[in-house]
């Protein structure tokens, strides 16, 4: 049983890689110390799957949660109480155990940070039932993340298994030999018993056989994988076994037994502290009893306990979930409890036994040292999510009861235990509910501290509304409390803040607004409580009105008045309206309402000169750029789009600061509400990218030439021959230094303005092919001239200021140009940053489906293209890219940079709407309705 069990368990929990398990040992869970990406994944993947596991346990389990907190209600609570304490010695006999199985084999452990691996293994096994093994890899992973050998902590497992089942045979040998003489042992007993005490005998032997012949229990290790994969295969199901299963398994016994060999008294040590804290598990049984006024013997409790746990271990379902609940109470029928009295001790010790460990387990697992960085991060970020969902779904369920009441009756036996349904109030209440609860379902998962806030406090009232109408001990309120506890707890999770004038404003209008209806509602029915001859003095009135605000709970009298309709309505119109309004300003985010100023500039700009080593550096430099400054000495550039933060490119500054300067403005954008993004992300930095968190897409290629491979004579003499043919027209190409004059840089402004006309677009900041007056009058400039002295083309370098590479800025030509222009002015380019040394040339990048494509896109439309075919914008780039190929151009990928799949929409049209200005959408269509 454990065996299989365990390979199971390590396939589901995998997250080493093969030789990791080989040095592991075989009963190693396999969650830590995991580098490889797919690895990482797996272990994303495994949190998932057990938080989903939890969801799912006690949503399929809620009557039995709702009985439990009845049951609880009605006994001792002194008792009660006691059961608890004798259950918390429970689990820490129980680590205690585990603790002297790793002394034995050299391993350090602390007893209270091993309770937690005992809660944490108990929600393993209850997620996959394994006779209790399964969270066995808990322990050995948790020595591992401890900096200890994997192979010693899987055989100090090993001693621990084989100790505490030998432990408990023999209490479940008492307990047989027990009902045999009071009443009657029946053949499930017998077989559960029996399965159990063959597999304890099992566990031994191979022990035994470990310490005296490990030859040979490698090779019947070996035996018994082969012949269980191969029954696996004849049921067309995948291996059961993993490959090393029997190498690693026979060296963990191995090692077991070398170990108990050399020291037998920590072997009956273990057995010792098995028998005590199963013995102290039954005391809790006991305990239940006298909490229910019952003085059961305690020899049949010692028995039904034994029987009790026996399923524990043996039944199928999740820690013997159904078969104890039935098993035990008709052991102790037959050993003459009365049936009531026995159900309802035994669901009472559930839960104390199983129920709220399971739960704690849960919540303890997320916190062990088996969870890297990365997943210590995701549990955090899915605590908040479920929160945010739970909430979403409370919204909807107030929205169904309105729109489908027959799918709501259907879900009533799920949703009478939400603490957020309204129950009063009518359609209109529920309604408008529902709606604030997704608004504030949505500021949940953006982690708004305001709607933290407001659930927080929605929750306390409801508690307390529930307190005065019920018991303390009601499961909803008990689920009400347990909610706002977990939010509590979540508090520094939720760090976005909201934008502090929006936020003054909305406290404002709510203030107003409920004067506003408190007059407006208290004249009206003091009006028309006159006119109807009813009996309302001032004070009624206004608490009329209050509860006709809050409760929504108009007088009847007054909705069969005409007039009377008319003001209840209106009061919620004008409510609802400014509720809405007043939500949005609490929670909107943050907004800068200033520039940069020339102090951020200025420090921006001498990190843009000493450490730009990327052509994009330059766009940190637009006029309209935010900048955040990493403690490391880094900027990130950013435009600000809704609540989209797109970085212009990548970070800017010293190579060790890369990794905090990306995390560092992630922060920073989700203590603001912003989404995080980068654009034009190169690929040398995707794995900082990755690190933090962040997914990326390519968007864009990046046409380089190695001007050490960049050889004219190889294979370009077509090229040399066009030029050649346009310098004999009289046409000439060079280089100009800055500054350059006015009137030079105007003429260029009057070039970038018909080349935009052609391409159908506007300057963009988030590419390098921005048009800046006064940025070009200080780059330097290769020009093309014609026989007449006029401007045809252009392009504006930018230069690394280490020398490594130059980068083409904007390149700009007039709408009729001679073929030949763009080679003659490419060549210059490369000509002019070979003699100076450089060893790379950016030819600059395309993105398509962007209105301005940058640097070289769209701009080799000839004379004849341009008479030929009007609308030559697909041509345009063919022609391009096979300019840039005659030059040997290899290709780049550019990425845009986002934080999850779920934000990519927001982030996308955040670049278009920066890129192409608010007309973005029109541009989009017009386009794709024309090609």
């Known amino acids: 049983m454990k065996v299989i069990a365990c390979s199971r368990t390590r396939r589901q929990l995998k997250a080493h ?59 001792i609570w002194q008792w009660i109480l006691v059961a608890l304490l004798l259950q918390i010695g429970y689990f820490v006999t129980q680590a205690r155990i585990y603790q002297v199985c790793f002394r ?32 066995l890899a808990l322990y050995v992973d948790e020595a591992v993340q401890r900096g200890y050998s994997g192979a010693r902590a899987a055989a100090g497992t090993v001693l621990g298994v084989v100790g505490d089942y030998a432990g408990f045979a023999l209490l479940l040998i008492y307990g047989l030999i027990y009902l045999q003489l009071e009443a009657s042992v029946k053949i499930y007993e017998i077989i ?94 006991y305990t239940v009893f006298l909490a229910f006024g019952d003085q059961a013997p305690l020899a049949a409790v010692l028995a039904a306990f034994a029987i009790g746990h026996l399923f524990v271990i043996i039944a199928p379902s999740p820690q013997g979930v159904g078969f104890v609940e039935t098993v035990v109470p008709l052991t102790l029928i037959r050993l003459g409890v009365s049936s009531a009295v026995a159900t309802i001790v035994v669901l009472a010790f559930r839960g104390l036994a199983f129920w709220l460990p399971m739960l704690a387990g849960f919540f303890m697992l997320q916190r062990l040292r088996s969870l890297g960085s990365k997943e210590r991060a995701l549990r955090e970020r899915w605590n908040v999510r479920i929160v945010a969902i739970l909430t979403a779904l409370m919204g909807l369920v107030n929205i169904v009861s309105v729109t489908y009441p027959e799918l709501a009756q259907d879900l009533r036996r799920v949703t009478q235990f939400a603490p957020l349904q309204l129950r009063r109030g009518g359609q209109l209440g529920a309604l408008l509910t529902g709606l604030v609860l997704l608004v504030l379902a949505n500021a949940l998962w953006r982690r708004k501290r305001a709607a933290w806030l407001i659930t927080l406090v929605v929750l306390l009232l409801s508690a ?180 989209t933060a797109v970085a212009l490119g990548d970070p800017i500054g010293p190579q060790a600061d890369i990794v905090e300067a990306v995390a560092g403005f992630a922060d920073h954008c989700r203590r603001n509400d912003w989404l995080p993004s980068f654009y034009q992300a190169t690929a040398a930095y995707q794995e900082f990218y990755e690190i933090a968190g962040f997914d990326s897409m390519a968007v864009g290629r990046e046409a380089i030439v190695d001007l050490q491979e960049f050889d004219l004579n190889n294979g370009k003499q077509d090229v040399l021959q066009e030029v050649g043919r346009l310098l004999l027209r009289g046409y000439r190409a060079g280089t100009r230094m800055p500054p350059h004059p006015p009137e030079l840089v105007e003429e260029l402004q009057l070039i970038n303005d018909e080349w935009l006309t052609i391409v159908r677009g506007g300057n963009s900041e988030l590419v390098l092919s921005h048009f800046d007056a006064t940025h070009v009058a200080q780059s330097p400039i290769v020009m093309t001239r014609t026989p007449r002295s006029l401007v045809s083309a252009y392009a504006t370098l930018i230069v690394d200021p280490s020398g490594e590479f130059l980068a083409v800025d904007v390149l700009r030509h007039r709408p009729q140009i001679r073929e030949g222009t763009l080679e003659l002015l490419i060549l210059t380019i490369l000509q002019w940053a070979q003699r100076r040394g450089f060893q790379y040339v950016n030819l600059g990048a395309g993105y398509p489906g962007m209105a301005d494509v940058a640097a070289l896109d769209g701009m080799s439309r000839t004379l004849t293209e341009q ?42 049209t955040a670049v278009a709407r920066t890129s192409q200005g608010d007309n973005w959408l029109w541009s989009f269509l017009r386009r794709r309705v024309s090609l």
């Open 464 to 643: 307390f509304s529930l307190t005065l109408n019920n018991t303390l001990l009601d499961f909803r309120t008990l689920l009400t409390l347990a909610l706002a506890a977990w939010l509590v707890r979540l508090r520094p999770h939720f760090h976005a803040r909201s934008d502090p004038p929006s936020v003054r404003e909305g406290a404002v209008v709510i203030l107003g607004a409920f004067a506003f209806l408190l007059i407006y509602g208290g004249a009206g029915l003091y009006v028309l409580a006159r006119r109807s001859g009813e009996a309302y003095d001032l004070q009624t009135v206004l608490l009329q009105t209050a509860n006709m605000i809050f409760a929504l709970r108009p007088p009847a009298w007054l909705l069969e008045l005409d007039s009377g309709r008319f003001v209840a309505i209106s009061i919620y119109a004008i409510g609802a309206l400014t509720l809405t309004y007043a939500i949005f300003q609490l929670l909107r985010p943050v907004l800068l309402r200033r520039p940069a100023t020339a102090a951020e500039r200025a420090r921006a700009a001498v990190l843009v000169t000493t450490y730009g080593r990327n052509a994009m550096s330059r766009l940190a430099m637009q006029p309209n750029a935010y900048y955040y400054f990493s403690p490391g000495g880094s900027v990130v550039a950013f435009l600000l789009t809704g609540r």
């Open 867 to 908: 008479d030929g075919n009007p609308d030559g914008e697909p041509q345009m780039m063919a022609r391009l890219h096979e300019v840039r190929s005659r030059f040997g151009a290899r290709w780049m990928p550019r990425y845009l940079v986002y934080p999850g799949a779920t934000s990519l929409p927001a982030v996308w």
């Open 104 to 135: 034995l084999v050299g391993i350090e452990a602390r007893l209270r940070a091993l309770v937690p691996v005992f809660l944490g293994s108990m929600f393993i096994n209850a997620v996959a039932p394994s006779g209790g093994t399964a969270g």
């Open 192 to 285: 559960a018993a029996a399965t159990l005490l063959l597999f304890t005998l099992v566990l031994a032997s191979l022990l035994f056989l470990g310490a005296t012949h490990p030859d040979a229990l490698h090779r019947l290790l070996s035996r018994f994988q082969t012949l269980v994969n191969r029954i696996a295969g004849r049921l067309r199901r995948p291996p059961l076994l993993e490959e090393n299963w029997s190498t690693a398994t026979g060296s963990e016994f191995t090692a077991a037994a070398e170990v108990a060999r050399k020291n037998p008294s920590g072997l009956l040590t273990i057995v010792g502290w098995s028998g005590i804290s199963h013995l102290i598990n039954a005391a809790s049984l």
């Open 17 to 75: 890689n093969g030789d990791s398990l080989a040095q592991g040992g075989g009963l190693v869970n396999l969650w830590g110390g995991a580098t490889m990406p797919r690895e990482m994944n797996t272990r994303r993947w495994l949190l998932l799957i057990l938080a989903a596991s939890f969801v799912w346990l006690v949503a399929t389990r809620a009557n039995e949660m709702e009985n439990l907190a009845d049951t609880l209600a009605g006994g």
